[in-house]
T-cell receptor, first 111, second 115 residues
Framework: AQKVTQAQTEISVVEKEDVTLDCVYE???????LFWYKQPPSGELVFLIR??????QNEISGRYSWNFQKSTSSFNFTITASQVVDSAVYFC????????FGKGTRLHILP | DAGVIQSPRHEVTEMGQEVTLRCKPI?????LFWYRQTMMRGLELLIY????????DSGMPEDRFSAKMPNASFSTLKIQPSEPRDSAVYFC?????????????FGSGTQLSVL
């Protein structure tokens, strides 16, 4: 069975702090894809990043970085020097045919 | 590109009424997905189409829900009769071919309230 767990339901940090959102997944497949999406208060879901199971190289995009570790089945997302505009719900997802979303982590960045 | 367009943005109806949600995918995208988002269950895939053909409708809750895609640029999700437990945000998303490696592009969603 495929499953995505985002254990952190809600996180609050003060602006400029770093914050890491955890994502742990379960799958028996050797080929799969992992995604992160952002859902700001306006409601739409926005694609952030995609990673395939054969590419464990970490990625950095500005203040965002992603740490993919197959050994621990984790695909964690770190925001460095957080800003109020980062406040949103963040979803991790796993795809192998069907797309399975985690329950999301609601992130509050306090000014 | 206008993105995925959903209508209406908000719908308030009374129990027992028919509700129709509409979606226009991105031009050139061949796959379309309908999702439902609630606090309790998170994001659930209801159904997805590839080249206008329903591929997987195993997520459709029950016979009260139906979805159609008469052409490549339009899809509807209908609930008949609606019930208060159907209250949720319904998202439509599209992708180029529906492959596992493709990102989904989402519409703004329809907030449905069934009283």
């Amino acid at each position: 069975a495929q499953k995505v767990t985002q254990a952190q339901t809600e996180i609050s940090v003060v602006e400029k702090e770093d914050v890491t959102l955890d994502c742990v997944y379960e799958t028996r497949d050797t080929t799969y894809y992992l995604f992160w999406y952002k859902q700001p208060p306006s409601g739409e879901l926005v694609f952030l990043i995609r990673r395939n199971s054969f590419d464990e190289q970490n990625e950095i995009s500005g203040r965002y970085s992603w740490n993919f570790q197959k050994s621990t089945s984790s695909f964690n997302f770190t925001i460095t020097a957080s800003q109020v505009v980062d406040s949103a719900v963040y979803f991790c997802a796993l795809t192998r045919g069907k797309i399975i979303f985690g329950k999301g982590t609601r992130l509050h960045i306090l000014p | 590109d206008a993105g995925v367009i959903q209508s209406p943005r908000h719908e308030v109806t009374e129990m027992g009424q028919e509700v129709t949600l509409r979606c226009k995918p991105i031009s050139g995208h061949n796959s379309l997905f309908w999702y439902r988002q609630t606090m309790m269950r998170g994001l659930e895939l209801l159904i997805y189409f590839n080249n206008n053909v329903p591929i997987d409708d195993s997520g459709m809750p029950e016979d009260r829900f139906s979805a159609k895609m008469p052409n490549a640029s339009f899809s509807t999700l209908k609930i008949q009769p609606s019930e208060p437990r159907d209250s949720a945000v319904y998202f439509c998303a599209s992708s180029l071919t529906g492959g596992s490696n493709e990102k989904l592009l989402f519409g703004s969603g329809t907030q449905l309230s069934v009283l």
